[in-house]
């Protein structure tokens, strides 16, 4: 994930290490989430816990290494590097956010010259692999994972030092690379039609989006997942946004999007705002002539892509829906 860089005064320095992968097997279970009718996502062993790593720090002491090539107070970002792996073995914790959160803390708390740190990491997703139960079905392994490339968790933590204490300045979590096609009941009609229009409306389409949703709480400690109660799986954001696909007829992406956003917030009322950033991936039709009831032949669609992005919070939900 791309992070906004953080000014300092009137000026943006800061420096960091990105791309930092790191394995814990056998973490703390995530376990007493509450539950909602949309998933069946209650919780996970962490018996192998992956994530991508992106530390940026900053302060003031950090300007001689870049006006004078002074590095007497520059922390290696290789140093940094082994700081994040070495605390992963450390971190009693269930997720993402809680060892974001906890590593960006020992930094301040080891490094003065360091005034904020900014944590963020993509989970690394592995599926448990079937195996024989030894009753003739089958069960997931205990021990053979296989390396997924489907949607992940996101998580980001920025800190900062005032006053000799540790706060938290903003959080974000999240769910990246969701790809979804519905087959038919997705139409586009009513838009501006002028001199430069080509697309045909379409009453029954199949529908292809990508889509990352983002989160923040009301309180920025509730991503710890100290309370599971209060905490927001990224497995539960991303069942509600299928769910919605599936139940609702709607008239274009951004109806879509509106919709998944109205449910996230009824869920989850601990949470603040609700974040999409949506890409449309439809197909195009390569048949003109009638097959039989809603049949299709389809084809990738060329570039340019269109893309949507909208922000929600509980003022949209108070505004009467229907979820």
Do not use: C
């Not at 004078?68 to 956010?97: R, S």
């Not at 974000?172 to 009513?190: H, M, Q, Y």
């Not at 309370?227 to 008239?251: H, L, S």
């Not at 950033?277 to 340019?304: H, I």
Request: charged content about 30%; hydrophobic content about 30%; cysteine-free.
């Amino acid at each position: 994930m791309i992070n906004t860089p953080q000014d300092t005064d009137d000026r943006t320095m800061n420096y960091g290490k990105k791309h930092v992968n790191v394995y814990r097997t056998y973490a703390t279970p995530l376990t007493g989430l509450r539950e909602i009718p949309e998933s069946t996502f209650t919780g996970k062993p962490n018996t192998l816990l992956g994530m991508e790593v992106r530390a940026q720090v900053e302060g003031e002491e950090f300007l001689p290494s870049f006006r004078d090539g002074d590095n007497t107070k520059v922390v290696a970002t290789d140093t940094m590097k082994n700081f994040i792996l070495h605390h992963a073995g450390e971190y009693d914790g269930a997720t993402v956010e809680g060892f974001l959160h906890y590593v960006g803390s020992e930094f301040l708390n080891t490094y003065d010259q360091m005034e904020g740190v900014r944590m963020s990491a993509d989970e690394l997703q592995f599926d448990q692999r079937p195996v024989p139960d030894g009753e003739g079905g089958f069960e997931p392994s205990e021990l053979v994972f296989r390396v997924s490339d489907n949607e992940s968790a996101y998580g980001e933590y920025y800190l900062k030092r005032e006053d000799g204490d540790i706060v938290i300045e903003n959080q974000r979590s999240g769910v990246t690379d969701i790809e979804l096609v519905k087959v038919k009941d997705n139409s586009f009609v009513g838009y501006v039609q002028d001199e430069y229009t080509t697309l045909p409306e379409r009453e029954n389409r199949t529908l292809y989006i990508g889509l990352d949703i983002f989160w923040t709480y009301d309180d920025p400690k509730a991503a710890l997942g100290d309370d599971p109660k209060e905490y927001v799986p990224a497995e539960q954001v991303r069942d509600i946004a299928q769910v919605v696909f599936d139940e609702k007829d709607v008239n274009s992406i951004q109806d879509l999007v509106y919709q998944i956003g109205l449910r996230i917030l009824e869920r989850f009322p601990q949470l603040a705002e609700v974040n999409f950033e949506s890409r449309n991936q439809t197909w195009l039709g390569v048949r003109n002539d009638d097959l039989e009831g809603d049949a299709k032949v389809l084809r990738e669609p060329p570039r340019p892509t269109g893309f949507q992005r909208f922000s929600m919070d509980h003022s949209d939900l108070d505004e009467g829906s229907n979820v």
